[in-house]
């Protein structure tokens, strides 16, 4: 069972920057796309950006041109920087990784921006 793993979640200010990342527990898995969600306690959880294999990128709205989704195919990580934060991007992000199919996720990181 392949795990993703998540880092860089915390507290920063209003204006301030964050990059998250995530990593597959193991290589040689196939990935169809990678992407970043978000959830705030008893709403939906959204998609926040996600890149495809071929390299094509799709934004929420409320965070074009704040964020930005890369990866590294060779290690098949994917990251998410995250600048000029606003307390609403308060949430619990979590990596969500497309493969055959399946829908695989981290187990969510929790970052809070204050005003």
């Known amino acids: 069972q392949v795990q993703l793993l998540e880092s860089g979640g915390g507290g920063v200010q209003a204006g301030g920057s964050l990059r998250l990342s995530c990593a597959p527990s193991?290589?040689?898995?196939?990935?169809?796309?990678m992407g970043w969600y978000r959830q705030v306690l008893g709403k939906q959880r959204e998609l926040v950006a996600q890149?495809?294999?071929?390299?094509?990128?799709n934004y929420a709205d409320s965070v074009k041109d704040r964020f930005t989704i890369s990866r590294n195919k060779a290690r098949n990580t994917v990251y998410l920087q995250m600048n000029n934060l606003k307390p609403e991007d308060t949430a619990v992000y979590y990596c969500?990784?497309?493969?055959?199919?399946?829908?695989?996720w981290g187990q969510g990181t929790q970052v809070t921006v204050s005003s």
């Open positions: 969500n990784y497309k493969s055959s199919g399946r829908d695989l």
């Open positions: 193991r290589t040689g898995i196939r990935i169809d796309a």
């Open positions: 890149i495809i294999i071929d390299g094509t990128t």
